[in-house]
């Protein structure tokens, strides 16, 4: 990279006296403009005349004046035989194409990376060290799988993992010298179980073709993960109807599980689901389900396996419960928040409502 010195003062009299151009070595501007990188400036010089130069600097953005270039811009005052000269440092190379976060970062555009690793390396560089004179924080870095071998580049330039999904991952850098503030991977894996109950006083349940050793003959209720961006009162009704094929309608959480170091060391929350079946023919999932059907409460409470487990029992006490109507559980209802202007939701108790007909206890 070339960092170059104008001065139209210094230009124009070279013109007229037929001056030439030389260099000065790198090693001073390294010392003094700290990017951290390779410099080659080129000084206009008068031959029969001494300089002596004196050293300024002061950064600034210049990317309101240049169109679709961001250059960096120093300022740089000297003394020419007793003469106060100011002159400017830029440097002709684009920086990486990026936009401001609302915490004082960037996001870089993953669409206009360069896709030669030399160019990355060197523009990824004069990028961190433009970000740096512009006060920025954090680096936001996504490199798609196609341009994967980009990678090893940045971690070598600092960057540390952050996250990692089937089409890309996520880099990150912090710039400032003080602790990162950089908020960590997603900790929590969101899975949900459903309590689908007919007027028969049937629950559907499931037999598992995978399954630990421990829960061999277990009888369960469907379960399964809530997908990206998908609501829980939605993925429930999703799992319930792959993996048994019956149609249903949500009718609140009856309450929900905390778990640590559940998988690749993340935490696991669990929401135990009221369910109303709108269709009664069963069609087993044949990747996932060995077997389906409905059973009688009373048979599904007594299997030894829920008789045997803490949190099974008191997850059955808490749904006859609320079949008693001495429960209600947590419904759902969509609210749009100021902060975001976004449709929200959120999940609460209302006794008031004539639907739900049940009492908290």
Not at 149 to 158: F, S, W
Request: charged letters at 25%; glycine letters at 6%.
């Amino acid at each position: 990279m070339e960092l170059k010195y104008v001065d139209s003062k210094a230009i124009s009299m070279c013109k007229s006296v037929g001056m030439e151009m030389m260099k000065f070595s790198s090693s001073f501007l390294d010392s003094k403009l700290k990017f951290g990188v390779n410099v080659a400036p080129k000084f206009c010089s008068c031959k029969g005349l001494s300089m002596k130069a004196s050293y300024s600097r002061t950064s600034y953005d210049a990317t309101s004046s240049v169109t679709k270039k961001n250059f960096l811009v120093d300022t740089f005052s000297y003394q020419i035989n007793g003469t106060n000269r100011t002159g400017l440092y830029f440097r002709d190379k684009w920086v990486l194409d990026a936009s401001d976060d609302e915490y004082g970062g960037v996001l870089v555009n993953a669409e206009r990376l360069p896709s030669n690793p030399g160019k990355f390396t060197s523009v990824l560089r004069a990028s961190l060290a433009h970000w740096k004179v512009k006060g920025k924080k954090g680096v936001w870095l996504k490199l798609p799988v196609e341009k994967c071998d980009l990678v090893p580049i940045a971690v070598k330039e600092g960057f540390q993992y952050h996250h990692a999904e089937k089409g890309y991952v996520m880099l990150t850098y912090w710039i400032p010298d003080e602790p990162c503030l950089l908020p960590s991977n997603a900790s929590h894996q969101v899975g949900v179980g459903g309590f689908v109950i007919n007027d028969k006083n049937e629950v559907l349940v499931v037999q598992e073709k995978h399954f630990a050793p421990a829960l061999s003959g277990l009888w369960k209720i469907p379960t399964g993960f809530i997908l990206e961006s998908e609501e829980i009162f939605t993925g429930v009704v999703r799992e319930v109807k792959e993996e048994t094929g019956i149609d249903t309608k949500f009718v609140e959480v009856m309450a929900f599980r905390h778990a640590q170091n559940v998988a690749f060391e993340k935490s696991d929350l669990f929401f135990v689901c009221l369910l109303r079946p709108l269709s009664k023919h069963i069609k087993v999932d044949d990747l996932e389900i060995k077997a389906a059907k409905w059973m009688p409460l009373v048979e599904f409470v007594e299997q030894p396996l829920i008789q045997g487990d803490d949190m099974f029992k008191k997850i059955i006490d808490i749904f006859i419960a609320r079949l008693g109507k001495r429960y209600c559980g947590l419904s759902v209802h969509q609210l749009v928040s100021k902060f975001d202007d976004k449709l929200s939701t959120l999940y609460f108790n209302t006794v008031d409502d004539p639907d739900l007909n049940c009492e908290a206890s």
